[in-house]
């Protein structure tokens, strides 16, 4: 049987030190979750961790054909050639490909794990953050190879590029707040994988990947600009691809609206956890 526990007060939830002690706290624990996620990814494979790198570079190959060669888009500010181009790509993909990749290993994440519900006292918040930080780990082999790339075909390394763990901050704060939330809400809604699933498509071409935030219409840019992603596709390509120091206004304020949802989310994870039990 479940270990009885005393709760604590709700309003302890709310402390914005709260998650992050947790977090802290159980770290070692945290590490080996992850170290099982990766494992668990390609497990069996005859290539195995190789697919690391295959799958971001074939993404690439077929976006840049695509939106490059067939519909000639350029991303002008950053170039004309079809190597900016393709880095440009590349900016808006591995951003996303964070973000999205730590909510869809989030959305069953509680349900695909009963024995932690109902067999052990088990800290379940790390559950969803242990997918964040997951995606973090296949974010960074893909930033490896944007560097390789922005140095093989611009030849140059821009110093503004060592405030990029600055811009992530927030991308962090945001997967995690939303991947807690995702996390809860799979245990009681069945069908949010396939919710979720059309939300991040929609999302996916929201988010300005493809082409760069100058090309959207102006009466739909402030609606582009709500989505915390935008602001760090841009800072990222400023930092990375051109060496322009990112506007810390604007970092700071999607930085806040992070910090918000990222409370969010817990507090609610952590209020309704209680009812997973029963639910599993």
């Known amino acids: 049987m479940r270990e009885i526990t005393k709760q604590q007060p709700s309003w302890q939830y709310l402390n914005p030190l709260s998650a992050l002690f947790g977090i802290w706290k159980g770290r070692d624990l945290l590490k080996q979750l992850i170290r099982r996620n990766i494992e668990i990814r390609y497990k069996g494979t005859m290539m195995g961790l190789i697919w690391m790198l295959v799958t971001p570079l074939v993404m690439l190959a077929v976006y840049t054909f695509v939106f490059g060669t067939v519909l000639k888009a350029r991303a002008t500010s950053f170039g004309d050639s079809m190597g900016a181009f393709a880095l440009f790509l590349f900016c808006g993909m591995t951003v996303f490909n964070i973000f999205s990749e730590s909510v869809n290993g989030s959305v069953g994440i509680v349900t695909g794990n009963p024995n932690y519900v109902k067999k052990v006292v088990f800290p379940l918040e790390l559950l969803p953050v242990s997918a964040v930080f997951t995606a ?29 763990p600055l811009i992530f901050i927030p991308l962090i704060l945001f ?11 799979g245990v009681f809604l069945r ?12 999302l996916y071409f929201m988010t300005p990947i493809f082409y760069s935030v100058e090309a959207v219409p102006a009466a739909c840019k402030p609606l582009m600009l709500l989505n915390p992603l935008t602001s760090i ?3 990222t390509r400023q930092v990375l691809m051109l060496g322009v120091w990112p506007s810390w206004p604007v970092l700071g304020f999607v930085t806040l609206i992070s910090m918000a949802l990222f409370q ?7 209020k309704t956890k209680r009812g997973f039990a029963d639910v599993l």
């Not at 140095?151 to 405030?163: E, P, T």
């Open 233 to 235: 596709v841009q800072a």
């Open 191 to 202: 069908d949010l994988a396939h919710v979720i699933g059309i939300l991040l498509m929609v």
């Open 175 to 185: 997967s995690c707040g939303f991947s807690w939330l995702v996390a809860s809400l």
């Open 136 to 164: 973090c780990f296949f974010g960074l082999i893909w930033i490896g190879i944007l560097l390789l790339g922005i140095g093989i075909l611009l030849h140059k390394f821009c110093l503004a590029a060592v405030c990029l």
């Open 264 to 270: 969010i989310g817990y507090f609610w994870f952590m």
